[in-house]
């Protein structure tokens, strides 16, 4: 009789599987330089229109080389920064065009996303939006206080809720990029009292429409205010 071995036999360990944890790593390195390009934009640590090493950008941000080239070339994907072999890396001031653009782009998603929200969204989150825009106008205009912080959590509340109601990823992800792009835009811009308050009134009439479940109105209401936005981002 022949005897069967008792003998485990190792089984190959997948070269993919070896290697996960490093690329994960490697991924997250690369968000985290990411993410500190961008803060270093928008704290104005790194100026618009300015062109940088690479050996500065690791000395002033204090990330590796490694991660900083890989959130370099999605920047350049994203149009961002514009690499120069030899120049450096020249990082995007804002202009016209790009304005121009990115208000367009934002036409687009943002006409069809307030479809679905004023289908959609439910009620209770509808209202206490309003609730909350009607309340800062009043604080507005009692004090005459102007909260940039206030306002940019109820764009963000307003907007992100509009992309939100699509489901869709590819959007979201494209969303996230716009929103940079705008950041950028609007950064050297003054945000007065006044402007806020048309800012605000203006999200009152996408929401009202949206409450009243008035698609056609929510969509005329949503493209003027991103035209008002473009214009003023314009100096018009």
Known sequence: MIKKSTKRIKQPVSPRKKGQPAAKGATRLSKTAYQAIMDGIFNRRIAAGAYMSQNELVELLGIPIQPLRDALRV?????????????????????????????????????????????????EEIEALLADHHEFIEEMESSGLDEI??????????????????????????????????????????????????????????????????????????????NSAMHRAMGL
């Open 75 to 123: 920047l350049e994907v994203e149009g961002l920064v514009k690499i120069h072999p030899r120049a450096g890396i020249e990082f995007v001031k804002a202009d016209m065009d790009l304005i121009r653009s990115t208000y367009q782009f934002r036409i687009i998603i943002e006409c069809e996303a307030v479809c679905r929200y004023a289908e959609r969204a439910p009620m």
């Open 149 to 226: 912080a206030k306002l940019h959590g109820l764009e963000s509340r307003l907007h992100g809720g509009l992309i939100g109601s699509l489901a869709n990823p590819l959007i979201e992800s494209t969303s996230k990029r716009l929103q940079n792009y705008t950041l950028l835009i609007l950064m050297d811009r003054r945000e007065t009292a006044p402007l806020i308050s048309r800012t605000l009134r203006e999200h009152v009439k996408i929401l009202e429409a949206c409450r009243d479940r008035n698609i056609e109105l929510a969509v005329a209401e949503m493209k003027a205010h991103l």
